[in-house]
């Protein structure tokens, strides 16, 4: 009798110990599911912080140095403006262009890190040429195209029909600045200067009426 009672508590105690094991392996299996999702929110928060960070970095470092950049521009253009404006004026006020005044300017224009070309233009008054017929090479109806381009006086320095007007070029002013030291002006003509870089994009463009021919 005690043989079949030992017997039976055994067989209870197998029993509970295979319940007990399959509890406790299912109490085992929740944890790593558990940690699997966590490790996958894990990933997606690190994916997030690391995107966070680049937009922050680019926030930080490339938009003020983007903003600082347009901001020297924008000083570098408004110092070549203003000594644009002066030495147009000077000319405008005397009526001559001498080579020292002009080289003078270009150091000035030149202190900043870019490089700029410089155009210059002379449009001649129709009155002038039919006074002083042997400095024209222009047509009988020339004053007529002269008053029609004065009115284009804000067009690029390319847009001007040379062919209709008498205009002396860089080229031709920097050549007569070469050989006589100046370039001279009559009254009521009009003397105009662009500053380009080297893509050609205009920074400055000025130009005025020459008032006087104090030479």
């Given at each position: ?94 009526g001559i262009l001498y080579s020292d005044l002009y080289t003078d ?111």
């Open positions: 009798m005690d043989q079949l009672f030992h017997i039976a508590i055994c067989a209870t105690d197998v029993t509970n110990s295979i319940y007990r094991r399959a509890k406790y392996d299912i109490w085992f299996a929740i944890p790593r599911a558990i940690c699997a999702c966590r490790m996958e929110i894990s990933m997606e928060e690190i994916y997030s912080k690391v995107v966070a960070i680049i937009i922050g970095c680019i926030a930080l470092f490339i938009v003020p140095v983007k903003i600082l950049s347009w901001r020297q521009d924008n000083m570098q253009q408004t110092y070549i403006l203003t000594e644009t404006i002066c030495f147009v004026d000077s000319v405008c006020n005397k300017y270009l150091n000035k224009i030149q202190k900043s890190d870019k490089i700029y070309k410089i155009k210059l233009q002379h449009i001649k008054n129709s009155k002038n040429n039919t006074e002083n017929p042997e400095n024209s090479s222009q047509s009988p109806n020339n004053s007529e195209n002269i008053e029609n381009s004065f009115e284009k006086i804000n067009s690029g320095i390319d847009d001007i029909d040379s062919q209709s007007i008498d205009i002396d070029y860089t080229e031709q002013i920097l050549e007569e600045l070469k050989t006589d030291g100046s370039h001279k002006f009559l009254e009521n003509d009009i003397f105009r200067i662009e500053v380009v870089d080297n893509s050609d994009n205009v920074v400055v463009f000025y130009g005025g009426c020459i008032k006087d021919e104090d030479y």
